[in-house]
């Protein structure tokens, strides 16, 4: 393997391969970046083994990979907020910076939205990569190259609670502990969250959660969503304020509207099915607001500020370190639903 610039590809449906890619120089407001550290998220996972996520669909070998960390190897034309040898985080989407959602500061809303590793777009798990400059930020020194990688899934969970409206004394419900839940958790409780409960199928991912600092934990045993709303109302003494919807499953999508309280708030973050049956009138008629979230917008630096100031601790969410020579090993592990975050390290 010539092994410049190794580079994980998926060619299509189950065909991810290891090759040696050519070394782009960075355009005008770019910078190049020898990579770092990768995280896997389960939407890469879900290219590889589906081959398309919704209306996106893999027509073109594309680079996986998009929670990342990286060095500044070269500046492009006109670059002056970073300078070579900076280790940054990179955030993934790059959007066009001119439509009305991007002038409003909704830019993850702009249709023209370059996200890495969304089809048709390249992401990052390579050993050099170029992006725009204004999308990638620098890291402390006593903020690890992980920890850069960790700011994506974390951003989520900055942007889930600031539209729930998590703060001082909120009684939160989080359904689902994959790594979405528990950055929200680690969130929620940074923002003065009183209780935070947390729901799922697997006991080992509740472990795991009240490790990170859930208050509660409610294993779902039941496919009736009343039943669990029912256990959460009983351990919190009273429905949630708000509920952050991790794990796009339907009948945990009908136990976040039961489990919130009047006038409280549901944030839909887990994406399942496309139609899903709700009880929308139990909803409107104690005015339960249903709000979406669609990645992250401006969160990068509140979710690095978080870090830095030692507010969260994000560390133990890695559970597997490979290097980008093993991707194949790490998809593995990530397909059977091993660990909470797989990282790959793309340094030689
Ligand atoms: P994950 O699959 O690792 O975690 C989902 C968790 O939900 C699992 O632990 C699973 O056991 C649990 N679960 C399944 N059925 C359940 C039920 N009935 N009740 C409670 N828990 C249940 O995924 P993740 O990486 O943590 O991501 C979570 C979701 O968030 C995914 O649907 C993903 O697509 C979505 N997501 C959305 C955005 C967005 O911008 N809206 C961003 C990132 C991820
Ligand atoms: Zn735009």
């Given amino acids: 393997m010539g092994d410049t610039n190794l580079t994980a590809i ?13 070394v782009k120089e960075p355009g005008p407001g770019q910078v190049q970046l020898s990579m770092r550290d990768v995280g896997i998220c389960g939407s890469d996972v879900h290219y590889w083994t589906h081959g398309a996520i919704g209306d996106f669909i893999v027509k ?37 910076k001119c439509c009305k959602f991007c002038k409003k500061g909704r830019y993850n809303l702009c249709p023209d939205m370059s996200f890495c590793a969304t089809p048709p777009i390249d992401g990052n798990l390579s050993r050099f990569y170029c992006h725009d400059a204004d999308f990638c930020y620098k890291l ?36 689902g502990a994959g790594p979405i839940g528990l950055v929200n958790i680690v969130t929620a409780k940074a923002k003065g969250a009183a209780d935070v409960i947390i729901t799922d199928i697997d006991a080992s991912r509740l472990e ?9 934990t409610v294993l779902v045993t039941s496919r009736d969503p009343l039943d669990t709303a029912n256990k959460v109302e009983a351990i919190l003494g009273d429905k949630a304020d708000i509920t952050i919807e ?16 009047p006038g409280g708030c549901v944030v839909l973050v887990g994406l399942g099915p496309a139609d899903v049956e709700l009880p929308i009138v139990n909803a409107a008629v104690r005015e339960v607001d249903i709000r979406g979230i669609f990645r992250y917008v401006n969160c990068y630096p509140t979710a690095l500020a978080m870090i830095a100031s030692g507010k969260v601790n994000v560390k133990p969410l ?16 990530a397909k059977q639903g091993k660990g909470v975050k797989i990282m790959i390290n793309c340094e030689k």
Avoid at 10 to 22: F, T, V
Avoid at 208 to 216: Q, R, V, Y
């Fill in 208 to 216: 795991f959660a009240k490790s990170l600092g859930a208050d509660h």
């Fill in 318 to 333: 890695v559970t597997h370190r490979f290097k980008l020579e093993q991707t194949l090993e790490a998809f593995e592990l």
């Fill in 140 to 175: 402390p020194d006593h903020v690890s190259n992980e920890e850069g990688a960790l700011l994506e899934p974390l951003s989520v969970g900055v942007h889930a609670c600031t539209r729930a409206g998590v703060t001082l004394g909120s009684r939160v419900l989080i359904c």
């Fill in 60 to 96: 073109a070998p594309m680079i996986l990979g998009h929670e990342a960390s990286a060095v500044v190897t070269k500046l492009g034309a006109g670059v002056t907020s970073l300078k070579v040898g900076d280790r940054v985080a990179i955030e993934p989407g790059v959007p066009c």
């Fill in 10 to 22: 998926l060619y299509k449906q189950g065909d991810l391969r290891l090759e040696d890619a050519k």
């Fill in 246 to 261: 991790c794990s796009g499953a339907p009948p945990s999508i009908r136990t976040a509207i039961f489990a919130t309280a």
